[in-house]
């Protein structure tokens, strides 16, 4: 079940790293970018979540918020956010309802490990319309920030 772009994006609702309850629904009016990520602590996903945070008034100024979502505990997720610095939410998907709503969960990964979000984005419109995805299959790749930007730009 592949998600299609121009279709409604799957609404969510997952706790941040603060405990409270994050909806996608809450984001109406504003363009979302919904990036999902195999494990906090890892390389490639400190280098893709540091490049969001340090370009994160690129994507203020085009009417987006940023969210992180991976299958690691929101406590684990709360350490990682505070010693990266990152100015965004992280949500913790823990049970996996997310991420194979989104069709990004790797059933085997690193390890013997089962049920991993794929480093994945979503560009979602003000009005709940999936507008741009990137599921990658190699969890050392990094998404196209400069996709994601065109995107942005042509939705504001």
């Known amino acids: 079940m592949s998600l299609t772009v121009n279709t409604q994006a799957p609404n969510f609702t997952l706790f941040n790293t603060e405990k409270k309850e994050?909806?996608?629904s809450n984001y109406q009016g504003k363009n979302v970018v919904v990036?999902?990520?195999p494990f906090a602590f890892t390389g490639t996903c400190t280098t893709e979540l540091c490049?969001?945070?340090?370009n994160y008034n690129v994507y203020e100024q085009l009417n987006a918020v940023v969210i992180g979502i991976s299958v690691d505990s929101l406590f684990t997720l709360a350490k990682y956010k505070e010693e990266?610095?990152?100015?965004?939410d992280l949500l913790s998907d823990f049970n996996k309802v997310v991420s194979k709503a989104y069709d990004c969960l790797y059933s085997q990964f690193?390890?013997?490990t089962e049920g991993v979000s794929k480093r994945s984005v979503f560009v979602i419109?003000?009005?709940g319309i999936l507008k741009h995805s990137?599921?990658?299959e190699n969890a050392t790749?990094?998404?196209s920030f400069t996709a994601i930007q065109d995107c942005l730009k042509g939705l504001s």
Request: aromatic residues 14%; without cysteine.
């Open 22 to 24: 994050i909806s996608l």
């Open 35 to 37: 990036l999902f990520f």
């Open 51 to 54: 490049n969001i945070r340090d």
């Open 84 to 88: 990266q610095k990152l100015n965004f």
């Open 110 to 112: 690193v390890f013997g």
């Open 125 to 127: 419109d003000k009005n």
């Open 134 to 136: 990137e599921i990658l």
């Open 141 to 143: 790749d990094l998404p």
